[in-house]
């Protein structure tokens, strides 16, 4: 094909080829552990290439091995999942905690600093507290409230600037919807940079899908996914993505390899028909999100809305906004007059939205980030990022709006306002 097409167009044949198996349309779920050699030569050519002994030849391709290290069904994902983020590699994981536990271990090593954004997905949280430690990485958290000049001074005061080696950032927050500036991040990255150690940044890109921002673009080294949320988008599976260049993805490779913690043919063959509705679906999601928080902003038992769509112009997330994004998504958060048992009432009596965590799946979902997705963050750090008793988010689903609204009205109605506390 001459012409180059958009990501959507090619979500159906891109890197298949029918001939190679029987003609059918559809790739088939390849469930092999191993594959045939044609003769021993070419055994062991596919592994030097695989064991990185020697660089491919010219028009050379990687040959299937096995199916921990290469399988079709993985290997096509792989390369419609390059096409949303124009990177050059990606590799799929188990799970998007497998995925980003990964490029940790990958990017640092004991002494080491790494830098992150707070809140993360409770998960990362963990990791990074209560795992990273163990193995002697020093961490440091920062919130998007602080300015480019607070952030390299806080890393100076560290102590340990010098061995500043990785950047994990995740934006827009889960649950609060607040903003990272990824190209001011990438400027004090540079700062630290030295010929000894470049400075790595990952952006966990899971709210936006790979549909609404691009971290790539702005200056981030790997983009990762939780592809249980949009690309997945039917609630039906658990898996993860890395994206980014060739030097960079051979190292995460490398590690999958040896991790042996690869997505299974199965899960890969799900995602491959997943990722044909997904920009329909995404868009379909984002425009009934809008409808959605559109009705909560003006519900006098809402006390205050975070939706990227409704971001008041002048502010600093607004400006990061328009830099980095190009669609406000369907993750909606907002907190109820009131505290817990209001939220909880309203969460209750819902009829078509359900109540469970996870998001991006097309039907819609709500939960209470305080005392669920976001139990093990402690106390004191909750109040400061915004996750209160009131605070209740929304995955907005793709069914029909007015019913979305009807029923999130009639919860809200259910709800009794006593005491208003502003939350
Ligand atoms: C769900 C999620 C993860 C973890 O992904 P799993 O597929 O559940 O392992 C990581 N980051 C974000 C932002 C998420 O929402």
Same mark, same amino acid.
């Given at each position: 094909m001459n012409k180059s097409? %958009?990501?959507? @167009?090619?979500?159906?044949s891109y890197g298949y080829k029918p001939e190679l198996s029987e003609g059918a349309i559809k790739c088939p779920i390849f469930l092999t552990s191993t594959f045939v050699f044609k003769s021993a030569e070419e055994g062991k050519a596919y592994f030097e290439l695989a064991y990185g002994k020697r660089e491919k030849l010219p028009g050379e391709e990687m040959g299937l091995i096995y199916s921990?290290?290469?399988?079709?069904?993985?290997?096509i994902l792989e390369n419609r999942l390059r096409l949303w983020d124009g990177a050059d590699d990606c590799a799929v994981f188990e799970s998007g905690m497998s995925a980003i536990s /990964?490029?940790?271990?990958?990017?640092? %090593?004991? *002494?080491? #600093?790494?830098?992150? @954004? @707070?809140?993360?997905?409770?998960?990362?949280?963990?990791?990074i507290n209560h795992f990273l430690p163990k193995i002697g990485v020093h961490t440091l958290g920062f919130t998007s409230e602080m300015s480019e000049e607070d952030l390299v001074k806080a890393i100076e005061e560290t102590g340990h600037a010098s061995t500043f080696a990785h950047m994990h950032l995740e934006t827009p927050a889960n649950p609060t919807n607040s903003l990272i500036d990824i190209e001011m991040c990438r400027r004090v990255a540079d700062r630290f940079v030295t010929d000894e150690k470049p400075v790595t940044i990952a952006v966990d890109n899971t709210y936006m899908g790979p549909l609404w921002q691009h971290p790539l673009k702005h200056g981030a080294d790997l983009v990762m996914y939780s592809a249980t949320k949009y690309i *997945?988008?039917?609630?039906? !599976? +658990? $898996?993860g993505a890395v994206l980014g260049n060739a030097e960079n993805m051979v190292r995460v490779k490398t590690l999958?390899?040896?991790? *042996?913690?690869? $997505?299974?043919?199965? /899960?890969?063959?799900?995602?491959?028909?997943?990722?044909?509705?997904?920009?329909?679906?995404?868009? $379909?999601? =984002?425009?009934n999100a809008i409808k959605v928080a559109d009705f909560l902003s003006q519900h006098d038992k809402v006390a205050s809305i975070k939706y990227l769509g409704l971001l008041e112009e002048g502010t600093e997330n607004h400006r990061i906004y328009k830099q980095q994004c190009s669609g406000p998504g369907a993750m909606v958060s907002f907190k109820i007059k009131g505290g817990e048992k209001e939220a909880f %009432?309203? !969460?209750?009596? #819902? =009829? #078509?939205? %359900?109540? $469970?965590?996870?998001?991006?799946?097309t039907e819609s979902l709500a939960e209470h980030p305080k005392t669920m997705t976001h139990a093990g963050v402690d106390e004191a750090h909750l109040e400061a990022i915004g996750? /209160?008793?009131?605070? +209740?988010?929304? @995955?907005? *689903?793709?069914?029909?709006?007015?019913?979305?609204?009807?029923? +999130?009205? =009639?919860a809200l109605d259910q709800v009794t306002i006593n005491v208003i506390e502003t939350a």
């Open positions: 097409m %958009k990501p959507e @167009s090619l979500m159906m921990r290290i290469n399988n079709p069904d993985l290997e /990964t490029v940790l271990l990958e990017f640092l %090593k004991p *002494g080491d #600093l790494l830098v992150h @954004s @707070s809140p993360t997905y409770g998960g990362t949280d963990h990791f *997945g988008g039917h609630s039906d !599976l +658990i $898996a999958r390899t040896f991790l *042996g913690n690869m $997505a299974s043919p199965h /899960t890969g063959w799900m995602l491959l028909r997943s990722l044909e509705t997904l920009k329909i679906r995404m868009e $379909a999601m =984002q425009e %009432k309203f !969460l209750n009596s #819902l =009829q #078509l939205v %359900k109540l $469970a965590v996870s998001l991006g799946g996750v /209160t008793d009131a605070l +209740i988010r929304i @995955s907005v *689903g793709v069914e029909n709006y007015e019913d979305l609204i009807w029923d +999130i009205g =009639q």
